[in-house]
């Protein structure tokens, strides 16, 4: 891990893993270096993975308050990477601000894989698109974002003070970003036509946060994006299912699928 | 020392409370009945003219989405009473200017209530409890800054006359401010800021607005009146602190009989009782600053409601959160909190909740107004 001074942020920055260099964009719960994913990951690509503003110990300056301000944050983050173009594994919100940047820069990217993406509004007025994350029980949330939520449940008690704090940090950043409009941007889906790279949408079969619908019909704004299902896994395939997600990732960055 | 009397014009009449999750934001509003809701609105009307001709001033709040007080647009209600009382002051506590999306409308609605009660409006603020936050759509983080934006711009709106002018800040935008009616009082209503935390009552009392606290007990209410004082001394406003600066909020319930006062005094209980929230809507994120929120993980209460440990009637005034008992006993119980605290200038009394019929309730006042009220107005700091 290392702080690095962007465009007057201080952003923690990881990298870890050898190989080509990938860029990972962690969703709303934040950046865990401990993930079995990150360890099979980095067995073939460098892995680099911001926390995003306000995220971990990154700093949150007050003019931020949509996903779209981080994305011009990170053009600054690839001009000092110099890597393009590079390849993009994001999840979920990180799939969001991934996107908003790869609308901005299409030409620094490589090939993106998206995973349980969120950031457009697909469905009526009169429908939410996703569930309302802030007004629902933590015991109804966990069974909508995990296949077996059981064995990803956190006692708060045998964490430290420094975690804790970042994992409020992560929620509390969480909510700023994607309160209203919830969870998109309106503008997002008429620019997504310029992101003509190779792309893959992944989602986990059992993901109550993003339905297949969603998925699909995300994916049909991009010009060249295909869809995986992957089973026995919820929102967090990377996470349940981390054999099958990076079989299948690496698979796709290295044009094998 | 002045008295408010302040209601939250419940709708009580609900199923039981096993029967539901939450009193706020999801109740569904079938189980409101707008004919009874009719006859309790005319019934609190009338129990706030009552404590005018008694002598007290009115208080009325304002809440979302929920039964405990079915007052969601408080400024209307203010307006009824701004047209039938005539002497009382009119204290609305409060707008709640973090979540309201046009701060130069609240200014026109106060100006218009100023005007219309011929200068006896009271304008208070409050940034909102959490569960306000669903109802008004509106994001839990930043909320201070918010409020505080949109009150430097009600206040901009208020205290210029002489054609539009403009404000262009974090949060709020407007190129052509120019309110009529402009109000009553110069250079405007006195303003009033509701918090329960030390921390707010320093940017309360550095700004010299009147701070006001609820249900926040002997050293809950001391610490935050005591750094009110502090904050208002370094902003140089002076070493003495007028004690019509500060309000505290208690149920509060006058019998003839100890036992009169008790049975009145349980069913204000209501006050705590009824609040049956899940954490969702009581903690979103952001609402509390994160150092707060490990602490609660910790196992603190929510600052917010550490006052349900005391839902007994001994408990509540061992608490210091109510008064009740006998015109001499309530005398006490207000001067204890009163020289505990360092002092304040206004009891704000919660004297009507959930059960308490009309009739109990208007003895109270009687009572209070009658047999507490000249003595609690002879306190002077020790």
């Known amino acids: 891990m290392a702080i690095i001074d962007l465009a007057g942020i201080s952003l923690d920055l990881w990298e870890g893993g050898d190989g080509p260099p990938l860029l990972f964009l962690h969703g709303g719960a934040g950046f865990r270096r401990d993930s079995r994913y990150l360890a099979l990951l980095g067995e073939r690509r460098r892995v680099i993975a911001p926390s995003h503003p306000g995220f971990g110990v990154s700093s949150l300056p007050d003019w931020i308050d949509r996903p779209e301000d981080i994305a011009h944050v990170y053009l600054n983050l690839l001009d000092r990477l110099g890597s393009v173009p590079i390849d993009v594994v994001a999840n979920s919100f990180g799939g969001w601000i991934g996107l908003e940047l790869a609308a901005m820069v299409p030409e620094k990217f490589g090939r993106l894989i998206l995973v349980a993406p969120v950031g457009v509004k697909l469905g009526s007025r009169d429908t939410l698109d996703f569930p309302d994350a802030f007004a629902l029980p933590a015991a109804t949330l966990e069974k909508l974002a995990y296949y077996q939520p059981e064995r990803f449940r956190v006692d708060p008690a045998t964490l430290t003070d420094d975690e804790l704090t970042v994992m409020l940090r992560n929620r509390e950043t969480f909510a700023l970003l994607v309160w209203e409009p919830y969870l998109h941007n309106p503008k997002l889906k008429h620019r997504l036509h310029r992101v003509t790279n190779q792309t893959l949408f992944v989602r986990g079969e059992h993901d109550g946060l993003v339905s297949a619908d969603y998925m699909e019909g995300y994916a049909k704004l991009l010009p060249n994006a295909r869809t995986l299902t992957l089973p026995n896994a919820g929102h967090q395939p990377q996470i349940e299912q981390p054999e099958a997600f990076v079989d299948a990732a690496v698979a796709f960055l290295n044009g094998e699928a | ?382």
Request: with cysteine; aromatic share 10%.
């Open chain 2, 1 to 382: 020392m002045q008295a408010w009397h302040f209601s939250e014009t419940a709708y009580h009449l609900l199923p039981p409370a096993e029967s539901y999750d939450s009193i706020r934001v999801s109740l569904p509003n079938k189980n409101y009945d707008p004919r009874i809701g009719a006859e309790l609105y005319h019934r609190y009307l009338d129990e706030w003219l009552l404590a005018e001709d008694e002598g007290l001033h009115i208080m009325l709040n304002e809440h979302h989405q929920t039964a405990t007080c079915v007052d969601p647009a408080a400024p209307l209600m203010l307006a009824v009473l701004a047209r039938q009382s005539h002497k009382a002051r009119l204290l609305i506590l409060g707008n709640p200017i973090a979540n309201r999306r046009q701060p130069v409308r609240v200014a026109e609605e106060m100006a218009m209530i100023d005007v219309l009660s011929r200068g006896r409006l009271e304008a208070g603020f409050v940034r909102g409890v959490p569960y306000e936050i669903s109802p008004a759509n509106s994001n839990p983080v930043r909320m201070l800054e918010r409020e505080y934006e949109a009150l430097d711009l009600i206040v901009k709106a208020w205290t210029h006359h002489d054609g539009p002018v403009s404000f262009e800040g974090r949060f709020f935008h407007a190129r052509q401010v120019n309110i009529w009616p402009r109000p009553w009082q110069q250079p405007h209503p006195p303003i009033w800021i509701s918090t329960t935390s030390p921390g707010g009552a320093a940017q309360v009392g550095s700004r010299g607005y009147v701070q006001a606290t609820f249900l926040t007990g002997f050293d809950g209410t001391r610490a935050i009146f005591d750094s009110y004082r502090r904050a208002w001394r370094e902003a140089g406003r002076g070493d003495a602190v007028p004690e019509d600066r500060l309000a505290y909020a208690a149920m509060v319930y006058t019998g003839e009989t100890q036992a009169e006062a008790y049975a009145g005094a349980e069913k204000l209980l209501w006050y705590i009782t009824s609040n049956k929230v899940p954490p969702h809507f009581a903690n979103p994120p952001g609402y509390v600053p994160v150092e707060a929120g490990v602490k609660m993980l910790r196992g603190a209460e929510h600052p917010l409601s550490a006052f349900r440990n005391a839902a007994s009637v001994e408990g509540a005034i061992k608490a210091g959160i109510m008064m009740c008992g006998t015109p001499d006993q309530v005398v006490k119980q207000v001067r204890a909190v009163y020289d505990h605290v360092g002092g304040f200038g206004h009891l704000l009394n919660m004297g009507q909740a959930g059960f308490l019929e009309h009739d109990e309730t208007v003895r109270g006042i009687r009572l209070f107004a009658r047999e507490v009220l000249p003595a609690l107005q002879e306190f002077r700091a020790p």
